[in-house]
């Protein structure tokens, strides 16, 4: 399984960007498919998850700000990232998962500046 995340970059504060990543497989196939992200010096943690396509899941820490959302004919998971801040700074990374197993995509960076 390969996930190609891409769309990060540099945004001042309240910016916006959107992620976008792309599954070599299915994405119907995963239980469920999502972005994590890691802050230097933080442990990894969950942004937002979609399940099956239809139900989604959003970290508190982004709810009204960040929005998840699929293609599922082109295989593709998105997260639109509205109203930025410093805090989110980090390396985004896109997650599937299938059971037991766990894949990730390389991480991309998304960095907000003050």
């Known amino acids: 399984v390969q996930l190609q995340a891409s769309g990060g970059g540099l945004v001042q504060d309240g910016g916006s960007l959107r992620l976008s990543c792309a599954a070599n497989?299915?994405?119907?196939?995963?239980?469920?498919v999502g972005w994590y992200r890691q802050a230097p010096g933080k442990q990894r943690e969950l942004v937002a998850d979609?399940?099956?396509?239809?139900?989604?899941n959003h970290a508190d820490s982004v709810k009204g700000r960040f929005t998840i959302s699929s293609d599922n004919a082109k295989n593709l998971v998105y997260l639109q990232m509205n109203n930025l801040e410093p805090e989110d700074t980090a390396v985004y990374y896109c997650?599937?998962?299938?059971?037991?197993?766990?894949?990730w995509g390389q991480g991309t960076q998304v960095t907000v500046s003050s």
């Open positions: 997650h599937a998962r299938q059971g037991y197993l766990n894949f």
């Open positions: 497989r299915r994405i119907l196939t995963f239980n469920v």
């Open positions: 979609i399940s099956r396509g239809r139900y989604s």
